[in-house]
């Protein structure tokens, strides 16, 4: 497989990311159960001052949300840019970035969602080997 290819693949796999974690961030607050929607409620109604301004857990849990959404589509548009050319700092740093990110989200979340990083990490992996061979 041609590094332009993998590097797609890559971009396409972290847009997918971008998609569920946006249906995700959405709809976070509706609870399946009792139980769940008592959390979620305590995250909303605890306010402490934070940096000045008074906030609670459940407007920073749904503001990075938000950023994470922003996050997957910039990596995504950068691997796709990246697939254009022979730049393997880039694409090292890239492909870095996302294995430890799907480490990360493999330990603090679930392995759906850490299974998109790794992969697409994976790819621009194998990518920057075959630049390399060239």
């Known amino acids: 497989m041609k ?10 796999l972290m847009f997918l990311h971008a998609i569920g974690h946006t249906l995700g961030a959405l709809s976070w607050k509706d609870a399946p159960n009792a139980a769940i929607a008592q959390v979620i409620k305590e995250m909303e109604t605890n306010h402490f001052v934070f ?20 996050v997957f ?14 730049n393997r700092k880039s694409i090292f ?26 992969l697409a990490g994976i790819c621009a992996t194998v990518a920057l080997f075959k630049y390399q061979k060239n």
């Open 3 to 12: 590094p332009k290819l993998l590097l797609r693949i890559a971009a396409i």
């Open 51 to 70: 940096m000045g301004r008074s906030t609670d857990i459940a407007t920073f849990y749904e503001g990075y949300g938000y950023i994470m959404i922003v």
């Open 73 to 86: 589509l910039f990596v995504s548009v950068l691997l796709w840019q990246l697939s254009s050319g022979d």
């Open 93 to 118: 740093l890239v492909a870095a970035f996302l294995i430890v990110f799907g480490v990360i989200e493999y330990i603090f979340f679930f392995p759906f969602a850490a299974a998109f990083s790794l």
